[in-house]
């Protein structure tokens, strides 16, 4: 069985917001075991979601984002087998035109409930089944500090779509596999397997470990065991077939 680790520790000690941002990026068991101890979380949550809002936003708000946000719109309506309709083309146009607000809104609003539910699911499969006596907080801080990986993702991702001029990442496997069939079900998995989100999960797995006293490993493979069961529904889903 795993315990929490017990702290009275006053809020005021330990580590400032920019020390643990750096600590979860470059010592992730050193700074988990002070967000353990210290569970604060709302200051990385914002500024995770204002560098997401601020960096989707700026991307959005150029014509450049605009055009790529059509483009995809194409592409899916193109891999599902079908057309725009000629009213939901014109709608789709203006909305593209919103996406600088509709977008980090909906990352603002949508962001944290997510956050609650993965932490809820979390919580019962180390709490409820494998008997650990983490707290919420303790694992909700856990989780939002893990996120601050994405902060560098946003910072690299679109930046980089923007030169690009597309929405798609330049950060997954299938960037490395160009001669694959563009929409094949192979094409759609790699293009899921992407290298921000391993560093995310090893980095989430890392602060689980320390939260629940538990090696790192196992809890890591069960975690990517989950993450490629869902990069092959989508691609199942989404994808042609195969390559």
């Known amino acids: 069985m795993s315990e929490a680790p017990a702290t009275s520790l006053p809020a005021s000690s330990g580590l400032s917001l920019p020390a643990r941002f750096w600590g979860i990026l470059a010592s992730p068991r050193e700074t988990s075991a002070d967000v353990v101890a210290r569970p ?16 989707v936003g700026a ?26 309709p000629e009213a939901q083309w014109a709608v789709t146009q203006k909305m593209a035109g919103y996406m600088w607000l509709i977008y980090p809104v909906a990352t603002v609003v949508l962001g944290p409930v997510m956050w609650l539910v993965v932490t809820g699911i979390l919580f019962a499969v180390f709490n409820a089944a494998m008997g650990g006596t983490a707290t919420f907080r303790q694992l909700f801080a856990v989780f939002v ?7 560098v993702q946003q910072l690299f ?20 596999l160009p001669m694959l069939e563009e929409g094949s079900f192979l094409a759609k998995f790699l293009g899921m397997i992407d ?49």
Not at 59 to 84: H, P, Y
Not at 222 to 242: D, H, K, T
Request: net charge positive.
């Open 59 to 84: 991307f959005f708000f150029t014509q450049v984002g605009q055009t790529a946000f059509l483009d995809q719109a194409v592409e899916q309506a193109r891999t599902a087998g079908r057309e725009i």
């Open 195 to 243: 290298l921000f989100l391993v560093w995310w999960v090893v980095v989430l797995a890392i602060g689980l470990g320390v939260l629940f006293k538990r090696k790192t490993g196992p809890i890591a493979a069960g975690l990517f065991v989950v993450y490629g069961v869902i990069a092959v529904i989508v691609a199942a889903f989404f994808g042609r077939g195969g390559a």
């Open 40 to 55: 604060r979380w709302f200051g990385m949550a914002a500024l995770v979601l204002v560098v997401t809002g601020l960096c």
């Open 145 to 151: 500090h893990s996120t601050a990986v994405t902060v």
């Open 157 to 176: 991702v679109w930046p980089m779509n923007y030169v690009r001029e597309t929405m798609s990442s330049a950060t997954n496997l299938g960037v490395f």
